[in-house]
Structure formats: C-alpha cells, structure tokens
C-alpha cells in the first residue's frame, strides 16, 4: 500500500509591490519622476527654448538689428552732413528710422512665419503635440514667446536708433522731438512691428509651407503700395489713394508723423488696425488648428 501523499495546496505568491493594487496589503508603486499637472507654463519654457536654439532665430534677429541700425545710422549721417539751416526745418529727426525698419519688418515676418511652418516641414509638430495635446495652448504659447521677443528687440534696437539720431540733429533746423514723439518712435512702431510678425506666425499655421507664407507676407507688405503706383487714371483714383492709406509702409511711416497720404489712419490708428487684423488671423488660426490633422 502505497504512502504517497497529496501534495498540500499553497497559498499563492504574493503579488510584487509594482503589480499590487492601491489599498492592498502592499503599497503601490511609487515613480521616482514626479507627476505634476501641466499648465502654459510648461508649453512657455518649451516655445523659449526651441525658439531661442535654432539658427534661424539667431539669423534672423542678426539680420534685423544690422538692418534697423546700419540704415538709420546712415539716413541720420547724411541727413546731418548735407542739411542747411532751411532743409530740416520743422522736420521730426526720429522719422529717419522708418527706412530700416521697413526693411527689417521683412525679417521679423520671415521669423514669425518660421516659428509655426518649420515644425510641420520637418515633422516636428507631431512630438510637439504628442508632448502637450492642448493644441490652444501650444498656438497661445508660441504666440507669447514671439511676440515678446519681437518686441523686445525691437524696443532697443528702434530705441538705440532714435536716440542717435536725436543726438545728430540736434543742432540743426529739425525741431526737438516731445514725449510722444518718442512713445511712438520706439515703443508704438515695436508694438506694430510685433503683431506684424504674430500675424505671419498665424499665417505659417495656417499655410503650413515656410516659402509660401513668406511669399504671401512679404506681398501683404509691398503688393498693395506697388499696386497704387501704377494706378493711374481717375477712374481708380479713389482706389489708389485707398491702398496708399492703408498699406504698411504707410502705417509704419503714421508713427514717425510722416505719412504718405495727408489722409487715412493717424496717429495710433495703424497699431489698432493691426490688433484688429491680428485677432483675426488668430480666430481663424485657432479654428483650423483644432480641425485639421496634424
């Protein structure tokens, strides 16, 4: 007869701490990374970093800066080595700044455009979304950072300028510019330059193609001015005088009392004109954002 017996049933083993359940006899597992809920904050410091670390922002600001400086330094030289004492008579000594900054619009727009279309070039707004799915909150946070950045350099870049130029002049028949004179030399042309460059940052989302946005930006700046040279006849004169009013050489020049036209947007009227455009561009930005894949 055989003595074999049963094995005796055991208790299950134990499940490690990673598997247990919260609650259970075993804590659960507890990751070393801290969790934390994620805010505009994050997507700020993300925006700053990827903006601030490629080329093309170095660039692009450098271009800027030698552009703004280099011509508004010149315009006031020659004005001041070649004026008599009748030529400048009355005449604002920070409008000479208008002429690099025109130029230098062009590379805050190629900036703008480049911070949103590069990404979806390059395949890199797929890790960007991945990393905050809040698409708002990625279109609010590169907004932001552009825009403080734009007008920033801007600020000290026009504001240099114009204090150098004030300083040239100062001896000759232009008259001393008064405290808005300056606000809107340096702090109102940076706050256009800056929501010129946001609308072509919304203009790269919505295009998404870094040369065609470009192409279209720098035709919203010059085509309409072009346009008007050329019209001619009476028939279009009204039209003419329209697009010469309203075209962004002229609101730039609106901040230096030098406009173009004797009519049209005046004083801050041009910095209005472009918040209104702006916000809209945002709206539509925004909307296609959240309908569009990515």
């Not at 403080?148 to 004030?166: C, D, E, N």
């Not at 004169?237 to 901040?255: A, C, G």
Request: glycine residues 10%.
């Amino acid at each position: 007869m055989s003595t074999h017996q049963p094995p005796m049933p055991q208790a299950p083993a134990a499940a490690p701490d990673w598997q247990a359940a919260p609650g259970g006899p075993y804590p659960g597992y507890t990751s070393p990374i801290p969790v934390v809920r994620t805010h505009l904050g994050h997507a700020l410091a993300s925006e700053w970093t990827k903006i601030k670390s490629v080329r093309s922002t170095m660039w692009t600001l450098g271009v800027f800066v030698v552009l703004v400086v280099g011509i508004g330094l010149l315009a006031g030289t020659l004005v001041e080595a070649h004026s008599d004492a009748s030529s400048l008579n009355g005449e604002n000594p920070l409008s000479f700044g208008f002429f690099g900054l025109l130029l230098g619009s062009i590379c805050i727009i190629t900036l703008g455009v480049l911070t949103t279309a590069s990404e979806y070039g390059t395949g890199m707004i797929r890790t960007t979304m991945t990393a905050c799915p809040s698409r708002a909150r990625v279109l609010a946070a590169k907004s932001i950072v552009f825009v403080v950045l734009a007008f920033v350099v801007t600020l000290v870049t026009s504001g240099f300028v114009a204090v150098v130029q004030a300083s040239l002049l100062d001896g000759t028949a232009a008259r001393t510019p008064g405290a808005g004179d300056w606000l809107k030399a340096t702090v109102g042309i940076s706050l256009y330059i800056a929501l010129l460059g946001l609308f072509s940052l919304l203009m790269g989302s919505v295009i998404r193609h870094s040369a065609g946005a470009i192409t279209i930006m720098i035709g919203v700046v010059l085509a309409p001015l072009v346009l008007a040279l050329f019209m001619a006849t009476d028939s279009l004169s009204k039209l003419r005088e329209w697009l010469f009013e309203y075209s962004i050489p002229n609101q730039l020049s609106v901040f230096y009392a030098n406009s173009l036209t004797q009519s049209g947007p005046s004083g801050w009227d041009p910095l209005w004109i472009m918040l209104v455009v702006t916000a809209a561009a945002y709206g539509g930005a925004y909307a296609l954002l959240h309908s569009r894949d990515v």
